[in-house]
C-alpha cells in the first residue's frame, strides 16, 4: 500500500536525502550532494535554498564544549516570579556558562543546563551567582555525567517528508 502524501510540508524524499547529507556534514559540496543522489548540480542547490528561506533548519558551527575546557554540565530546574520574568530571563541570557534556557509548561518554570570548567565554577554558580537574581526558586538540579543525543543530531521520521 501507498503511503498517503504528506500534504501539511511541501517535503519530499530528495529533501530528506539532501538533508541528511547535510546532517552528517554540513560542509558537504552541492556537487557532490548532487552525485549521490544522481540529479542536476543546481537542483540541489535550489533545493538548499528553499529548505533555508522556509525556516527548516540553519547551518551554524556547534562547539565542543569538552574542548574549551568545560567538562561539567548540569541540568537547572527553577520557578521564578512571573512579574520580574522578562528580568530574569535578561539575566540568565547574559551568563555564558547557560547553554539551554527555555520555557517550561507553566510561565513561572525555566529549565536551564549549564557547562563548567571545575566544580569551585559550579559551586559559584548554585550558591553565588542563582541566589543573586531576585525572583528565582531553583526546585531541582542534577548533574550530567554524559550526553547521550543532543538537538543538533535529531531528525525528524522520513514519512514527515513524503
Do not use: C
Not at 546532517?23 to 538548499?48: C, F, G, M, W, Y
Not at 541566589?131 to 538540579?141: E, H, M, Q
Request: without cysteine.
Amino acid at each position: 500500500m501507498r503511503k498517503k502524501k504528506n500534504r501539511l510540508l511541501p517535503f519530499d524524499e530528495m529533501d530528506y536525502s539532501i538533508i541528511e547529507l547535510l546532517k552528517k556534514d554540513s560542509r558537504i559540496p552541492a556537487i557532490t550532494i548532487a552525485k549521490k543522489l544522481e540529479v542536476n548540480q543546481r537542483t540541489v542547490r535550489k533545493r538548499i535554498e528553499r529548505l533555508v528561506e522556509m525556516g527548516i533548519g540553519r547551518f551554524t558551527l556547534v562547539l565542543e564544549p569538552q574542548i574549551f575546557g568545560y567538562g561539567i554540565s548540569i541540568d537547572i530546574f527553577m520557578e521564578i516570579d512571573e512579574e520580574k520574568s522578562d528580568s530574569i530571563v535578561g539575566k540568565l541570557l547574559a551568563i555564558t556558562e547557560i547553554s539551554y534556557l527555555a520555557y517550561g509548561q507553566e510561565t513561572h518554570e525555566l529549565s536551564v543546563q549549564a557547562r563548567f570548567k571545575n566544580n569551585e565554577e559550579l559551586y559559584d554558580f548554585l550558591r553565588v551567582t542563582i541566589p543573586t537574581i531576585d525572583g528565582i526558586n531553583v526546585t531541582k538540579y542534577t548533574l550530567v555525567p554524559r550526553i547521550l543525543f543532543n538537538i543538533d543530531q535529531w531528525m525528524p521520521q522520513k514519512d514527515n517528508f513524503i
